[in-house]
């Protein structure tokens, strides 16, 4: 999943695969492996080394570093990431290609589709077809990587179409609902 993520006003390019329990993340093009455990909505994560970045003699810079992060909604719609206690504003914007940027947007006056991020579960639908819903309204929920993640209409529009089930799995990049 390749994403652009601003924090503390700085944007960078992130590519995240997953590698059975631990993940593969390159942040600008320097890549980490990431072992991650949820406990009680917080996450224990471990960074270290790994990847072909990291071929040669031991680097203690690049040495295994342990923090816990915890998210929350912040008074703008956006996302607060506190590392180890601290806040960081962050927002996250799905890389797309081209040829699907156009059909996902509410301004070219086409329908908004909700897509999922990443590879989840639907746990629960807020909306069905016909309901009309307001701009950063909650339309679905979707668990990933243990986490449940609430997915917002861009813009207002009425729901004409709903793709997905409660309970079902989900790949990413998925049409989840359509607004018109």
Do not use: C
Not at 38 to 56: E, F, K
Not at 70 to 86: K, W
């Amino acid at each position: 999943m390749k994403l652009h993520v601003t924090a503390a006003g700085r944007t960078r390019a992130v590519d995240i695969s997953r590698n059975g329990d631990t993940f593969l993340v390159s942040l600008d093009g320097r890549q980490h492996k990431v072992d991650v455990k949820v406990i009680d909505g917080v996450w224990s994560v471990l960074i270290g080394p790994g990847g072909p970045a990291t071929a040669g003699p031991y680097d203690p810079e690049r040495a295994k570093r342990s923090h816990e992060v915890a998210f929350s909604s912040s008074a703008e719609g956006g996302m607060t990431v506190h590392i180890d206690g601290v806040p960081v504003e962050v927002s996250i914007n799905r890389m797309r290609r081209a040829a699907g940027t156009a059909a996902s947007t509410p301004s070219d006056g086409g329908p908004q589709r909700v897509t999922a991020p990443m590879p989840g579960k639907i746990v629960k639908l807020l909306v069905k077809p016909g309901d009309k819903v307001q701009p950063r309204q909650g339309v679905v929920v979707v668990e990933a990587m243990k986490m449940e993640n609430e997915l917002r209409a861009r813009a207002a529009g009425t729901v004409s179409e709903v793709r997905v089930m409660e309970g079902a799995s989900v790949e990413a990049g998925a049409i989840l609902v359509i607004l018109e």
